[in-house]
């Protein structure tokens, strides 16, 4: 693949030598050859054929010289660039090589996989010594006169970019847990470019750079209370000044000398310290009036420093930070107003379908918008902006259009046409447009005919079920994880919290429902929802994402609810 390192290709939203890593999990030991990676765990042998790229043979051979195993010990060789390798069949070939000194793998055609194969430890090192040289010897020179073999199904490996497109479409193609596309999401899915904004338009954006403060805080020293501003130490003589927050004239106090302060005013020259009206007591002597600290009041300066809260050049936020209203605000404290950010993310709405109507009287077969109106709503809830939205006719070439005349948008937000029906077309059009898909089922209830794609240019396709109910739900569960994609944002620690009636809910795969918290900190859940409609997430403050085969008392993700 023209020196791709291809064990570090991603497919299915993970590493291909992760997905190996997870097969052999269970093997006492383990070797991986080749460039050394600082990210494996330090329980993971690592080591290099000699010379670099002399072979298959050459790796097998490096393995074994540090695998420290004995002859009648067995393991396996496993290639990094078999994406959908299992542990069940790292499992079926240990137990088939008690029986036989080698076993290969084999796919449907009858096709031989030597690097998915089990050996006993003295028959592979016999068979390497054999051919005396190991480098640039192909895998079939280990195969012996007799072997034994096991059938394998759906065996992919990816020697050519089309051989990955297909293993990735593949992947796409079937259904994933929330988890797992979440991850695919965050791996495929390319940050947006990074660009110059006025901060105070960019609310719902991340940081492409750290926020550091163009000036100190305080620029000068202020007062930080109603009192008077003195110099030296008391008792003092209280002037008639009274300086204000704001206030452009010249004020000197001469040791001794004390001037009525307003909080946030600067402090005269001369003056060393503020005492707060509460700890100060002011008396008409003859001589004028004078200032003292009272006899039971602390010694303390309630004046604010330069550079008390911080300096020129201090970070305020690291790069990725969400741009939010605080930060909005301290990044105006600290004289910046610009930054380079990426989004905020802009998304195109589609509702789609002839029976859907908006305005007006409904005619027979005609179902309200329930969902066009109120999807910004919630899109803005997971930091996105709706800059456009629209209703699609069930047409064949309908999507083929959308996808030529929006090009704005970063995301394209297409509610209905995500299943199999007549008028689902969503799917073809996204072949026809080149389309990359990341996310193509999930296992879960509502949602699970949820997708996500990825269109040649960069913007981002997210297919939402029909139903009210699971349009929402599967919006609420999977776009944050668009938004941190294509801002480059840390995406948010999952809430998790018990679910009292867990059982009582819980199948073969995750279902999101509607809960309520309870007097004791767990929260229950709503088993008989209606999913024509919202109503049921009415006074409810969060989903729960109740696992599958889940008991009472178990831990479930929360996703909050707009309020």
Known sequence: MGGVDKPAVVVGGRRMLDTALD?????????????????????????????????????????????????DDRVILLASDLPFAEPTMVEALAAAVQDADTVFAVDESGRLQFLLSAWRVGALTDRVRALGSAVNQPMKALVPDAFATVLFRGVTDCDTPDDVERARSRAAAAPVTIAEAR????????????????????????????????????????????GYAVAGDGPWVLRDDIRYAGSSEELELADGEAARIATGAHLPSGAT????????????????????????????????????????????????????????????SAEVTTAGVRGPVRAHVVVTGDEIRRDGPLRHGQ????????????????????????????????????????????????????????????????DRAEARVVVGRVRCRPGG????????????????????????????????????????????????????????????????????????GTWRVDPGIRTAHLAGLIDR??????????????????VPLPR
Do not use: K
């Open 541 to 558: 403050e969060a989903l729960a994402l109740v696992p599958a085969g889940a008991a009472d008392g178990d831990l479930a993700e929360l």
């Open 23 to 71: 097969a052999v999990d269970d093997c006492e030991r383990i070797v991986v050859v080749g460039p050394r990676r600082a990210d494996l765990d330090s329980t993971v042998l690592q080591t290099q054929e000699t010379p670099p790229g002399a072979g298959p043979v050459a790796g097998v051979a490096a393995g074994l010289a540090v695998l420290d195993a004995e002859p």
């Open 449 to 520: 005919s949820q997708v996500t794609a990825l269109l040649p240019d960069g913007r981002v396709v997210l297919g939402l079920p029909g139903n009210p109910y699971a349009a929402v739900v599967t919006l609420l569960t999977t776009v944050p994880s668009i938004a941190a994609a294509l801002t480059g944002r840390t995406p948010a620690p999952r809430q998790l919290a018990r679910i009292a009636n867990a059982s009582e809910v819980s199948g073969d795969a995750t279902r999101i429902l509607p809960a309520v918290p309870q007097p004791d």
């Open 367 to 430: 179902t309200r918008d329930a969902l066009g109106p109120v999807l910004p709503q919630f899109l803005s809830w997971c930091g996105i902006r709706t800059v456009a939205d629209a209703h699609l006719r069930d047409t064949s070439d309908s999507f083929d259009e959308l996808f030529r005349e929006v090009r704005q948008p970063d995301l394209i937000v297409i509610v209905g046409a995500t299943g199999g029906g007549a008028a689902d077309q969503l799917r073809a059009a996204l």
């Open 273 to 332: 310290a503020v005492v707060r009206d509460e700890f100060a007591v002011a008396t008409d002597t003859s001589v004028g009036p004078r200032l003292s600290r009272r006899e039971d009041a602390p010694v303390r300066d309630d004046a604010r420093r330069r550079g008390e809260d911080w300096h020129e050049g201090y970070r305020l936020a690291a790069e990725g930070t969400a741009v939010t209203p605080a930060l909005v605000s301290a990044a105006a």
């Open 183 to 226: 991850e695919a999401i965050l791996t495929v899915v390319p940050p947006l470019p990074p660009r110059s904004a006025a901060l105070g338009t960019a609310l719902g954006a991340t940081l492409a750079e750290p926020l550091l403060a163009a000036e100190a805080l305080p620029r000068i020293a202020v007062s930080a209370m109603d």
